[in-house]
């Protein structure tokens, strides 16, 4: 007989997969169930329609499961969404840009806009650069919460001047859903992308979208791009069968499942405060140290924040790394290409005291690297 032993915890501070809960985590442990039996599509049905509600009514709007990482989502909207009208991508940082590369691997007509990476959108240029292209642009994409930096797009008012010109929406939201509230209809967005393994708190393995049930059904009228990741072949089987189109993560699921309730129980404004509660600790602690982050407070996510390294030249980010991770804590490189920066992501199953211990160690580290600050 296997007895579960309390599973250890890790502080995981990289922007998802996050620090999940033992509940979540022993969620995953279930009798062995082929993934076609109808109890399963139960979990799935019930599962998606829970994740739904976070972002819209039900009945109108559908969250489509795909087994795969977070680019699966977004690269299963955009190679499914868009017909023979343009793309228009804005692009303010990695994932903006991983956007637009998707968008040439499948040969889209696709327009990039790109916006610096610590600022927010210049709505006055994005309606400019629309317009000139009157009616050219059938869709614009955005990241909501761009990762690489930290900085928030203000979807509603890019919601706004999509509404204006009759653009869909697309939203990549895989680090801002399930803590930065969404209202798909308010924001006028078509189709969002999330991840199980961030926000939400489940484990990695499903992406799915979330779209209104018009905009899947008229995806019929669009030849698909891609075999596995045709967004309106996923939505039509799991109507018609109740089932993924192929196998299905099944643990990842449950444990889905099991996060799902969680988010519920805590919801997601109390998370969104749980999470802003931790920011606000970490940016102060930064600041005690001498040490500055990229993005203004007021642009920021308050999920994951792009920190500028210590002028020190003992400074080293894998040795920081290696440092805090013999601590059982991860901290995470930067991704900006522009700036000697790291990243400090406060999601999952953390609380200000896992924050306490990380701007505690901080200091140690930078006491032994010699950094020179006025405050330290
Ligand atoms: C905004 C954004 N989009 C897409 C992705 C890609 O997700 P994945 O690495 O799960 O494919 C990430 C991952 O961090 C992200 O933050």
């Avoid at 502080?11 to 999940?20: F, R």
């Avoid at 040439?104 to 240029?125: A, C, R």
């Avoid at 869909?168 to 393994?197: C, Q, R, T, Y």
């Avoid at 002028?311 to 991704?335: L, N």
Wanted: glycine share 8%.
């Amino acid at each position: 007989m296997i007895t579960i032993q309390p599973v250890k915890r890790r502080i995981l501070l990289n922007p998802g997969p996050a620090t999940t809960t033992d509940s979540v985590k022993l969620a995953q442990i279930v009798p062995d169930i082929c993934p076609r039996e109808e109890e399963f599509g139960e979990v799935m049905k019930d599962v998606t329609e829970r994740i739904t509600k976070f972002a819209g009514d039900p009945e109108q709007y559908t969250t489509v499961l795909f087994g795969g990482s977070g680019t699966a989502a977004v690269e299963a909207i955009i190679s499914s969404a868009v017909g023979i009208g343009g793309i228009f991508i804005i692009n303010n940082g990695a994932y903006g840009n991983r956007m637009c590369e998707i968008a040439e691997t499948y040969g889209l007509k696709m327009t990039e806009f790109k916006s610096p990476s610590d600022q927010p959108v210049n709505i006055e240029k994005l309606e400019e650069e629309l317009d000139r292209r009157n009616g050219k642009i059938t869709h614009l994409a955005v990241v909501h919460c761009e990762t690489s930096t930290g900085l928030l797009n203000d979807i509603k008012l890019i919601g706004q001047v999509c509404r204006q010109r009759g653009i869909k929406l697309i939203v990549d939201a895989m680090s801002s859903f399930g803590a930065v509230p969404v209202n798909m209809k308010e924001m006028n967005i078509s189709f969002l992308a999330a991840s199980s393994n961030k926000n939400l708190q489940g484990m990695a393995g499903a992406a799915f979208v979330i779209a209104e049930n018009t905009e899947l059904e008229d995806l019929n009228y669009i030849k698909p791009r891609s075999y596995y990741l045709s967004l309106f072949d996923q939505y039509s089987f799991f109507k018609k069968y109740g089932q993924m189109r192929f196998t299905p993560p099944v643990q990842t699921i449950y444990a889905l499942e099991q996060a799902v309730t969680e988010l519920e129980d805590e919801g997601i404004s109390n998370r969104y405060k749980r999470y802003s509660g931790m920011w606000q600790k970490l940016v102060l602690g930064l600041k005690e140290m001498g040490l500055t982050h990229q993005v203004k407070k007021e642009n920021h996510s308050r999920i994951v924040t792009s920190i500028m390294e210590p002028d020190c030249p003992a400074y080293s980010f894998p040795e920081m790394h290696d440092f805090f991770k013999e601590k059982d804590i991860t901290v995470y490189p930067g991704k900006t290409g522009e700036e000697n920066t790291f990243r400090i992501a406060n999601i999952g199953d953390l609380h200000e005291r896992d924050i306490d211990e990380f701007l505690f160690l901080l200091k140690s580290y930078l006491r032994i690297i010699g950094y020179q600050s006025k405050t330290l």
